[in-house]
């Protein structure tokens, strides 16, 4: 049977699924581009206008590039910081020889605690932050946002732990390697595709977080999410000026993930030499 | 060795007894009082179970409670099989794939008030999107978000279409992650891409699938952002989900002693359903 | 969630501007430089003409105001943990009528008189239907209690209308029910336009705020009398029933077959894009109308108070919101709040909230000339309108009310029960809650 067949089918069902993950975002992009009337009366054809991102970004009543800047800062804290703390333990968790009742409550306790919707933390979580003067600052937010992506990210990177040869990293021991050493240079390159995926999630998911963040922040701490929240009004919803600052919001992300692509191209090469 | 057991496991513990585990024993404490503000100050009077008591007859939350596995079944089982689906056939291909792996991570990226807002007007039965295309293949306009029959099922939709990619990314970083050894010998075996599959992937994959599973389970039992946008959990109660009505309880009524009670006892439900789900997942997994 | 107690918090040093009280003719000599403060507001369509009066109010006086501007969802959140917690974030907190009970049982504002026991309602003011004042001890909104906060937007539905259409079919304004039904049904041409779109979906305060002027328009109510502290509940009369028969068949025959799923937003859209010949939707969309950028309808809407039945008068519920001193401040930036607050309420600060395109809370703006232009043709409807105003509920349990409404009128709009049965049902579920928070409360006989 010829090889083009098969690999045919798989671009063509690719492409189609691209096609529909592409029509509501390229729509989303290009709604901030239009005008209010335009986009509810559906049109198809239109001439694009720049006021919704000039509103955006410089109008009087907008803080969006502060916004911009302190969602990079909460983002990026709060991913190296999860990432660390939970590659770290759940390293710790699979290899150094801790009794199975403690990494099965723990995980199992982390799951549990991922279930709980974060308004119902934000409220306890500002009480904490006022109390000890903390609800102005970044710190409040950025601690916060590392616990809610704390579970995932531990067991996800307890996956990725796991499937590291114990025979290298003991290997490596007998030559006398500390611990320090085994992590950087045997676990940390066989988990990057995980920890590149895992990382693009955490950053994504403290972007976009919204509940805690309006609990946690003032006019000069808040996020993103908070001030797209804003175009939803008690009673309209300025879509055009939403989709622009949406459009603005992915951007971050997005580059993430292309400087995350050839991360995880390295980190395979790597496991095929081994 | 101890201080590197401790050294490595400490941090996350540390910041899980102190940032989680107080706002969950507020949480349970709160759940046995009622709660009422004088003057600036708040009194908890105590209502022993009272506050569970009266959980079963809140007719939201039995609507909540049906809606929400509907939801959840539907939701992430679409999600693992298309991201499955995906990151296989991604896989396979090498030209292209840092391109297709960018466009089908997009939908993750869009904050959740936005694609509900957007979404929102795409369904919308006059003006929207969805119906402008139906209408090109000369179908019926629907009110897809104001119908009883295609609410809920709308809403699935636009779930699966916003989570795909996270089910996709993990399960592909996974695939990527196999070793390639097995793979070598099926080949000189002379094995079928489907047994390929069974036989290999499958059980390699079985811990990335659980666990994308279980987290995408616990995330979708906390969905809100896209039914307080599309549907407010409407029309009537069809697309009432549980954590929609701890919302209402919640924080809309203040009702925080009753609101607790129903927080809790969605952990608890959850925490039943999840092990239920691993047991099983288990079972087949030794099986295997 | 328990209060806890924290350490005397370092207050952010203000910019305290040089003492220049310039010609101030309203405020008394003896204010001029106050504390700064900072007033927590929601992003609106009226908040730039409030930001506008604050800028004025800054300029005006000398005195320094932060404004901490937050999304509606989340809004009361945001003021209730300021309020609960030992040391507040906001003075002024901008309430709106779904939380405003809320905040005065709690005792979490203070008294406008009691901060400043001079202070004085202008006489111009509007009201809205009393909410400005409440009474502790009876826990009544009545003039005889104390004057808790001060109107900041005096949001209310009116009727927009086609005003080109009108003139086309030379019709009039609609005074009465029957009048509005009789010319929605003569402007209903389907699916092209609708005769009228009603907010008939299940929301936060959707279905049951689109029904207010229906139910208090002809006559109905909630509760008896509230004033009084008089809570039985009258939702199952039989004007009750008349109010919400009316509003499904006007539905059914000239308004949008999928009312029931019909939101503000939906409103919004079927207006600008010349959709439906009628929409009773709150005034602070006015300003969408005539925008060419938002609207395809520009110039051809007009507007007048929602109709009424013979014999009553216009009731269109009360969506506003008041200007409220949080308690848990300290005193000099109480003192600095009040002050920002008697400033709102003159003459000049009302104008520039009008000309910025905010909806005034005093009547001397309603007979100024700017009334007569045709940009503020929805003034005339508005001075009319807002004396009638109504607060449908004084009490901060309102909050659980209002699901019950929502999720009945919903199914009763839907067609899954008919009116006496949803009307019933939805009093016996009131009546439930009221007698749980132990108000003065009774139900009537069944409906038939």
């Known amino acids: ?274 | 060795m101890r201080l590197s057991r401790w050294a490595t496991f400490g941090p996350a513990l540390l910041l899980m007894l102190v940032l989680g585990v107080l706002p969950l024993a507020n949480l349970f404490y709160t759940s046995f009082h009622t709660v009422t503000w004088a003057a600036g100050k708040a009194t908890f009077t105590p209502a022993g179970i009272g506050n569970y008591l009266a959980l079963p007859a809140d007719p939201l939350l039995r609507a909540g409670f049906f809606n929400t596995i509907v939801f959840a079944v539907g939701a992430v089982g679409g999600q693992m099989v298309l991201g499955f689906g995906l990151a296989l056939l991604c896989s396979r291909v090498t030209r292209g794939r840092v391109l297709y792996r960018a466009v089908f991570i997009l939908p993750i990226l869009i904050p959740g008030i936005v694609i509900g807002a957007i979404w929102k007007l795409m369904l919308n039965f006059d003006f929207g999107l969805v119906n402008q295309i139906t209408d090109l293949v000369g179908m019926d306009p629907r009110n897809w978000l104001g119908d009883r029959q295609t609410a809920l099922a709308s809403v699935i939709a636009v779930d699966i279409w916003h989570w795909t990619p996270f089910c996709f990314l993990l399960l592909l970083a996974g695939l990527e992650s196999l070793p390639q050894d097995p793979y070598e010998a099926a080949k000189i075996d002379g094995a079928s891409w489907w047994q390929e599959l069974r036989y290999i992937t499958l059980p390699l994959m079985a811990p990335a699938i659980l666990v994308t599973f279980a987290f995408r389970l616990v995330i979708a039992f906390k969905v809100f952002d896209e039914i307080y946008l599309l549907t407010g959990g409407g029309p009537v109660t069809a697309t009432e989900v549980l954590s929609f009505t701890l919302f209402q309880r919640l924080f809309t009524e203040d009702r925080e002693g009753y609101g607790s009670a129903m927080a809790v006892a969605i952990i608890f439900l959850c925490s039943l359903l999840l092990v239920v789900a691993v047991s099983v997942g288990r079972r087949s997994e030794r099986a295997a | 969630m328990t209060s806890k107690r924290i350490t005397r918090r370092q207050t952010v040093a203000g910019m305290t501007a040089a003492a220049g009280a310039l010609g101030l003719p309203m405020i008394g000599a003896a204010q001029g430089k106050v504390s700064p403060i900072t007033i927590v507001v929601n992003q609106s369509p009226w908040f730039d003409s409030f930001r506008k009066t604050v800028e004025a109010y800054e300029k005006e006086s000398g005195n320094k105001v932060e404004l901490d501007v937050n999304p509606f969802a989340g809004s009361l959140e945001k003021q209730r943990n300021s309020v609960r917690a030992a040391k507040g974030q906001y003075d002024v907190l901008i309430m709106n009528s779904g939380w405003f009970a809320e905040m005065y049982f709690g005792g979490f504002v203070e008294a406008l008189s009691d901060i400043d026991p001079g202070f004085k309602l202008d006489k111009d003011i509007f009201t809205l239907n009393d909410t400005v004042y409440f009474d502790p001890v009876k826990k009544t909104m009545t003039p005889s209690g104390k004057l808790m906060s001060m109107p900041i937007s005096p949001l209310i539905p009116v009727l927009y209308y086609r005003g080109d259409l009108y003139k086309q079919t030379g019709l009039k304004a609609p005074d009465t029910f029957a009048e509005l039904e009789d010319n929605a049904k003569k402007l209903n041409k389907p699916p092209r336009m609708y005769g009228i779109v009603q907010r008939g979906a299940r929301g936060p305060a959707t279905v049951s705020f689109d029904f207010y002027p229906y139910l208090y328009g002809f006559g109905g109510s909630l509760f008896k009398d509230q004033a009084a502290g008089d809570y039985t509940v009258t939702l199952n009369s039989e004007l009750g029933r008349t109010a919400l028969d009316y509003y499904i068949r006007l539905a059914k025959e000239a308004g949008h077959p999928k009312t029931a799923a019909m939101d503000q937003a939906d409103l919004i859209q079927n207006m600008v894009t010349g959709k439906t010949a009628h929409v009773m939707m709150v005034i602070s969309a006015w300003s969408q109308m005539d925008d060419p950028n938002k609207s395809a309808v520009v110039g051809k809407v007009d507007f007048a108070p929602t109709p009424h039945a013979p014999g009553h008068s216009t009731a269109p519920g009360l969506g506003h919101w008041l200007g409220g001193v949080a308690r848990n401040v300290p005193d000099e930036r109480k003192r600095g709040a009040v002050e920002f607050l008697r400033w709102y309420q003159t003459k000049a600060a009302q104008m520039v909230t009008a000309e910025a395109g905010g909806i005034p809370v005093s009547a001397a703006i309603y007979r100024e000339p700017l009334a007569q232009e045709p940009r503020f043709r929805w003034m005339k409807a508005i001075a009319e309108s807002l004396p009638h105003a109504v607060s449908t509920m004084n009490f901060p349990e309102a909050s659980e009310v209002i699901p019950i409404l929502e999720l009945g009128l919903n199914q009763a709009i839907a067609g899954e029960t008919n009116s006496v049965a949803a009307l019933n049902s939805m009093a016996d579920q009131i009546h439930a809650v009221m007698a749980k928070y132990k108000y003065n409360t009774g139900v009537l006989p069944k409906l038939k």
């Open chain 1, 1 to 274: 049977m010829s090889r083009l067949w098969p690999r045919l089918f798989t671009h063509a069902a690719l492409i189609a699924v691209g096609a529909i993950i592409l029509v509501p975002v390229i729509w989303v992009v290009t709604a901030g581009f239009r005008t209010q009337i335009s986009l509810l009366t559906g049109q198809f054809l239109f001439a694009p206008v720049l006021a919704n991102f000039t509103e955006v970004l410089f109008s009087k009543t907008s803080d969006f590039l502060v916004n911009y800047r302190n969602s990079m800062i909460v983002g990026s804290a709060s991913t190296v910081l999860c990432l660390t703390v939970a590659t770290l333990a759940a390293w710790s968790l699979a290899r150094l020889g801790w009794p199975r009742w403690v990494v099965h409550v723990f995980l199992g306790w982390a799951l549990l605690f991922q279930m709980l919707p974060p308004l119902a933390l934000a409220g306890a979580w500002y009480t904490l932050s006022r109390a000890v003067g903390l609800d102005n600052s970044f710190v409040g937010l950025i601690l916060a946002h590392t616990v809610l992506n704390l579970p995932m990210a531990l067991w996800l990177m307890g996956v990725f732990v796991r499937e590291v040869p114990l025979e290298l990293e003991e290997a490596a021991r007998i030559d006398g390697a500390s611990t320090f050493t085994v992590l950087r240079h045997i676990v940390l390159p066989l988990v990057a595709p995980g920890l590149a995926a895992c990382a693009i999630l955490t950053f994504v998911f403290s972007w976009n977080e919204f509940a805690v963040a309006l609990n946690l922040t003032m006019k000069q701490t808040a996020t993103v999410p908070v001030a797209i929240a804003k175009f939803a009004q008690d009673f309209e919803i300025r879509y055009t000026q939403m989709a622009a600052a949406a459009g603005l919001s992915i951007l971050p992300a997005l580059v993430l993930l292309l400087i995350g692509q050839r991360f995880i191209v390295r980190g395979l090469t790597q496991g095929a030499v081994k």
